[in-house]
């Protein structure tokens, strides 16, 4: 049972590079979410999504892009990295069903851009 | 939006003592508090939740308290031991409301000295 999982787990990117970050989970969630964490900030919401084909703004989604073309798969793009993106990307999902929110996280990326 | 504030960041408890860690948060319409325990090089996993209509639960060492009307709940820990040691985050969600997101307090690092 792999749960969610995420790739990859660390990468170097300079200023102005583009890349995917790829989420994926197996419990058939409809609920999925990018979060990145900074130190004393916590966790905070980029992007999400409540099923397949269905995106929608967080709390922090400037400078990323997200996609959700199969329900299994939740893809979070920067397409011009900059150093404030150095972060650790968590990728969540939960069931969504009658109001049962737990989320499962995966193990994270730690991205840094130079 | 929501805005959850933690105390405190940093939590040094000696082996047996118990730790508290306080969140307040500022949407009324919030009713459901998870707790998160992030351990190194891992995301985050639920350890206990509660709901608005609940004013305390408890699980085995680890028991939340919600008050309502001053929009705080905390975390209290008994008994502690050293796979205590980890950050903690309390969240605050509207169960119902799209996508059921989080909103994250920003983590308390707990340490138990053996």
């Known amino acids: 049972n792999a749960g969610v999982t995420q790739t990859p787990k660390f990468r170097v990117l300079k200023t102005g590079q583009s890349m995917t970050l790829l989420c994926a989970q197996d419990m058939n969630h409809e609920y999925m979410y990018w979060y990145r964490q900074d130190p004393g900030m916590g966790l905070r919401l980029i992007h999400y999504s409540v099923g397949e084909g269905t995106t929608a703004k967080g709390e922090v989604p400037d400078g990323y892009n997200v996609s959700r073309l199969k329900k299994q798969n939740f893809l979070l793009g920067l397409e011009s990295a900059a150093p404030s993106q150095t972060s650790v990307y968590f990728c969540a999902s939960s069931t969504g069903q009658g109001g049962y929110t737990e989320a499962f996280f995966g193990q994270g990326t730690r991205l840094t851009v130079v | 939006g929501e805005n959850v504030e933690q105390h405190p960041s940093t939590l040094s408890v000696q082996e047996g003592d118990s730790a508290v860690i306080k969140c307040t948060y500022s949407?009324?319409?919030?009713?459901?508090f998870p707790w998160y325990k992030q351990e190194l090089g891992k995301g985050p996993q639920l350890i206990i939740d509660?709901?608005?209509?609940?004013g305390e639960k408890k699980d085995q060492r680890i028991a939340v308290t919600l008050n309502k009307t001053a929009k705080h709940f905390s975390l209290h820990i008994t008994e502690t031991q050293p796979e205590d040691s980890a950050v903690y985050f309390c969240a605050a969600s509207i169960l119902g409301a799209a996508g059921n997101k989080l909103t994250f307090g920003g983590g308390t690092r707990v340490l138990v000295k053996p």
């Open positions: 509660i709901r608005s209509n609940v």
């Open positions: 949407d009324s319409a919030s009713n459901y």
